[in-house]
Nanobody, 124 residues
Framework: QVQLVESGGGLVQAGGSLRLACAAS????????LGWFRQAPGKEREFVVG????????YYTDSVKGRFTISRDNANNTIYLQMNSLKPEDTAVYYC?????????????????WGRGTQVTVSS
């Protein structure tokens, strides 16, 4: 059984940083395409960044380019999302997800397994 557990969320002031982690069990993350999504209250779940399973090509949504960085720690079967220069509009519950295959889709329905999320709140 695949389980994903996010951690690292919290309350931070605008301009601050957080590093989210997504630890996996039951699946070797290095063999799968991975994504981070977020969902703000009253909004749909939104693609943030994805990483291809073969060559680690990354895809960022425009609003986080230059501020967020996804990375893998294969030894610990964990992925990270380093978030810098945070803005109030980044406030959301952040989820990690995995899928088979090479594509890195933006649609959440194409991902097979999800964590329960971690809350990120950025105050102005």
């Amino acid at each position: 059984q695949v389980q994903l557990v996010e951690s690292g969320g919290g309350l931070v002031q605008a301009g601050g940083s957080l590093r989210l982690a997504c630890a996996a069990s039951g699946r070797t993350l290095s063999s799968y395409t991975l994504g981070w999504f977020r969902q703000a209250p009253g909004k749909e779940r939104e693609f943030v960044v994805g990483i291809n399973r073969i060559d680690d090509i990354t895809y960022y949504t425009d609003s986080v380019k230059g501020r967020f960085t996804i990375s893998r720690d294969n030894a610990n079967n964990t992925i990270y999302l380093q978030m810098n220069s945070l803005k109030p509009e980044d406030t959301a519950v952040y989820y990690c997800a995995t899928k088979s295959g090479l594509r890195v889709p933006k649609g959440p329905n194409e991902y097979e397994y999800w964590g329960r999320g971690t809350q990120v709140t950025v105050s102005s």
